[in-house]
């Protein structure tokens, strides 16, 4: 079964640093989304992606956020310089149209020190 | 408007039994309503998903109930089995394409041998 992959699995950053988490959503999907959950907490939701642009953003989503698709199987999470409450795991998600499910990776475990 | 709220937040039930699992929202704008099961260092997985024209959708050991005019929904799980032990999300959005998923506050089921 196809399926969304992410790398790196455990991402350390020292905080002010910046950080690419990048993602391969599966190959017919056309809509894609980052999401994160800090330990213990809900999902929450970051950001949508269509077309080439952002289709919607959360308030998380602050100019420190940037989210690229550099090519045809790429979608990656540029966050410029760290926090150290930008410590979680970040999921990325895929879909391929009305009413159909996201499909998640297995995330980044993203942690600022 | 936009929360999910969701109960309980912990559930432990015996091998065999029921697990019951509450959802309720506000944004009557809302018309998906997944719910996604995660394990330990893994990304949620859609396990079922159901829309407001129907009031109870099942498959296999797993049952959503849907009542619109309260604007609440419940996973049931029936035979519950030790390997059913994990987080559970129930989540909502409005289906057209790029909607983000609101995730309610998950719910830790154990289930006992």
């Known amino acids: 079964e196809p399926e969304v992959t992410q790398t790196p699995s455990h991402q350390v950053t020292q905080m002010g640093q910046e950080v690419i988490l990048r993602c391969v959503p599966i190959?017919?999907?056309?809509?894609f989304y980052w999401y994160r959950q800090i330990l213990g907490q809900k999902v929450e939701f970051l950001v949508s992606?269509?077309?080439?642009?952002?289709?919607?953003k959360s308030e998380i989503f602050d100019d420190q956020f940037s989210v690229e698709r550099p090519d045809g199987s790429n979608f990656t999470l540029k966050i410029r310089s760290t926090k150290l409450e930008d410590s979680a795991m970040y999921f990325c998600?895929?879909?391929?149209?009305?009413?159909?499910?996201?499909?998640f990776g297995d995330g980044t475990r993203l942690s600022i020190l | 408007q936009q929360q999910v709220k969701q109960s309980p937040q912990s559930l432990i039930v015996q091998k065999g039994g029921i697990s019951i699992i509450n959802c309720a929202y506000e944004?009557?704008?809302?018309?998906?309503f997944p719910w996604y099961q995660q394990f330990p260092g893994k990304g949620p997985a859609l396990l079922i998903a159901?829309?407001?024209?129907?009031s109870e959708k099942k498959e296999g050991r797993f049952t959503i109930s849907f009542n619109k005019s309260a604007k609440q929904f419940s996973l049931h799980i029936m035979d519950s089995q030790p390997g059913d032990s994990a987080t559970y999300f129930c989540?909502?959005?409005?289906?057209?394409?790029?909607?983000?998923?609101?995730f309610g506050e998950g719910t830790q089921l154990t289930v006992n041998p």
């Open positions: 944004n009557t704008a809302f018309d998906y």
């Open positions: 190959s017919n999907h056309l809509y």
């Open positions: 159901i829309r407001p024209d129907v």
């Open positions: 998600a895929s879909t391929s149209g009305y009413f159909q499910p996201q499909h």
């Open positions: 992606f269509y077309n080439n642009e952002i289709s919607e």
């Open positions: 989540a909502a959005s409005i289906g057209t394409s790029g909607s983000r998923l609101t």
